[in-house]
């Protein structure tokens, strides 16, 4: 008994490193030139640690280091980039698995990202400045240094995001996981609805909004002066300064602070 159990360790110890050649001996790169066809840049990486970066150039290239496949298309007006996972991962040798994904810097367009699982690290210039951005977040951890976006829509099942140096329009839909956000500038609205979980918007001071926050089950922590401010146990409304923008809070169960 003992020997056939070993055999079959040894079997799919062999399988496992011909279809999982450990990471340092694979290496894929693909890219794409960006047209004034282009409306969108797709990204698919759900499962793989990826770090998207915008820089000087007129294209789109994905470069991938271990195990599974990336691919790199234009269909129609849009370009998407695709992981895939390598089938028979039964074991995990060397380092993990990367994806590094460049857009140009002057690209103003829409990116829209869907992460399934794994970690994401969105480098861009202060340079780019997106239409609108569209993340739809699983599960992992998403770090942010700066986005300047005309609207951003941010979807979390679970997960953490860090947005640092935001400005935009702005909408937060999070069902259980952390997002901090820190606002530069407020000029657009923003929208967010908690289920469960938290969301911190790191205002400034001489921000203009309306606040208007609906409870069922959970708390704002609002750090900000309100002018005719009403605050019970299902409901939160004031004005800051002007009043400008709208900021719409709805909690089913968990936290949104503002400060």
């Given at each position: 008994?003992?020997?056939?159990?070993?055999?079959?360790?040894?079997?799919?110890?062999?399988?496992?490193?011909?279809?999982?050649?450990?990471?340092?001996?694979?290496?894929?790169?693909?890219?794409?030139?960006?047209?004034?066809?282009?409306?969108?840049?797709d990204l698919d990486i759900k499962g793989v640690d990826t770090t998207v970066i915008s820089k000087d150039q007129d294209y789109?290239?994905?470069?991938?280091?271990?195990?599974?496949?990336?691919?790199?298309?234009?269909?129609?007006?849009?370009?998407?980039?695709?992981?895939?996972?390598?089938?028979?991962?039964?074991?995990?040798?060397?380092?993990?698995?990367?994806?590094?994904?460049?857009?140009?810097?002057?690209?103003?367009?829409?990116?829209?990202?869907?992460?399934?699982?794994?970690?994401?690290?969105?480098?861009?210039?202060?340079?780019?400045?997106?239409?609108?951005?569209?993340?739809?977040?699983?599960?992992?951890?998403?770090?942010?240094?700066?986005?300047?976006?005309?609207?951003?829509?941010?979807?979390?099942?679970?997960?953490?995001?860090?947005?640092?140096?935001?400005?935009?329009?702005?909408?937060?839909?999070v069902s259980s996981g952390d997002v901090s956000v820190q606002i530069d500038e407020l000029v657009g609205d923003i929208e967010?609805?908690?289920?469960?979980?938290?969301?911190?918007?790191?205002?400034?001071?001489?921000?203009?909004?309306?606040?208007?926050?609906?409870?069922?089950?959970?708390?704002?922590?609002?750090?900000?002066?309100?002018?005719?401010?009403?605050?019970?146990?299902?409901?939160?409304?004031?004005?800051?300064?002007?009043?400008?923008?709208?900021?719409?809070?709805?909690?089913?169960?968990?936290?949104?602070?503002?400060?």
């Open positions: 008994m003992k020997k056939i159990i070993l055999v079959v360790v040894l079997i799919l110890l062999l399988i496992s490193l011909v279809f999982n050649v450990p990471n340092w001996f694979l290496s894929q790169e693909h890219q794409v030139k960006v047209t004034d066809k282009i409306n969108s840049i789109v290239k994905a470069e991938l280091k271990g195990k599974g496949n990336v691919n790199l298309s234009k269909k129609g007006d849009t370009i998407e980039v695709e992981y895939h996972r390598q089938l028979f991962s039964f074991f995990n040798f060397g380092r993990r698995t990367q994806l590094v994904v460049t857009i140009p810097k002057d690209y103003d367009r829409e990116l829209k990202v869907d992460a399934g699982s794994g970690d994401i690290d969105l480098q861009l210039s202060k340079d780019t400045v997106l239409s609108s951005l569209e993340l739809d977040v699983g599960s992992g951890d998403i770090d942010i240094d700066s986005l300047n976006a005309k609207t951003a829509s941010i979807d979390v099942a679970s997960g953490d995001i860090d947005l640092k140096h935001f400005t935009g329009e702005l909408k937060i839909d967010a609805e908690v289920s469960s979980g938290r969301i911190v918007l790191d205002l400034p001071d001489d921000s203009d909004f309306t606040l208007n926050g609906e409870i069922s089950s959970g708390i704002i922590q609002n750090h900000f002066p309100l002018k005719n401010e009403k605050n019970d146990r299902n409901r939160l409304r004031g004005t800051h300064g002007s009043g400008k923008y709208s900021i719409d809070l709805d909690i089913s169960s968990g936290i949104i602070e503002i400060k």
